[in-house]
Nanobody, 124 residues
Framework: HVQLVESGGGLVQAGGSLRLSCAAS?????????MGWFRQAPGKEREGIAS???????SYADFVAGRFTISKDHAKNILYLQMKSLTVAGTGMYYC??????????????????WGQGTQVTVS
């Protein structure tokens, strides 16, 4: 079992930056896990943002357009999402997720087994 706890959300002005963190209860740096970030805007379905696969490869949704960076701190078992040039459309609940044994899944094909509770991001 993996517990995931997100932090770093908050209120930011359009054009601003935020860094989200996801602390994992076990070693997420092993090659068994894919890790990803998802978000859900009010009234919309949850969508994938970015992921890191079993082999360290990263992938991003098209709407990211080079503005976000996903990374892992191997020593601390923390997953990050650095977001820049945020827009009002970026408002929503942001979730960290983990998939076991996912191989080279991308954010488009990732099917998480574990989810965090989410952290709210509001862009004004």
């Amino acid at each position: 079992h993996v517990q995931l706890v997100e932090s770093g959300g908050g209120l930011v002005q359009a054009g601003g930056s935020l860094r989200l963190s996801c602390a994992a209860s076990r070693d997420i740096t092993s090659r068994r896990f894919c890790m990803g970030w998802f978000r859900q805007a009010p009234g919309k379905e949850r969508e994938g943002i970015a992921s890191i696969d079993n082999f360290g490869g990263d992938s991003y949704a098209d709407f990211v357009a080079g503005r976000f960076t996903i990374s892992k701190d191997h020593a601390k078992n923390i997953l990050y999402l650095q977001m820049k040039s945020l827009t009002v459309a970026g408002t929503g609940m942001y979730y960290c997720a983990a998939e076991v044994g996912c191989g080279r899944d991308t954010i488009a094909t990732m099917s998480p087994d574990y989810w965090g509770q989410g952290t709210q991001v509001t862009v004004s």
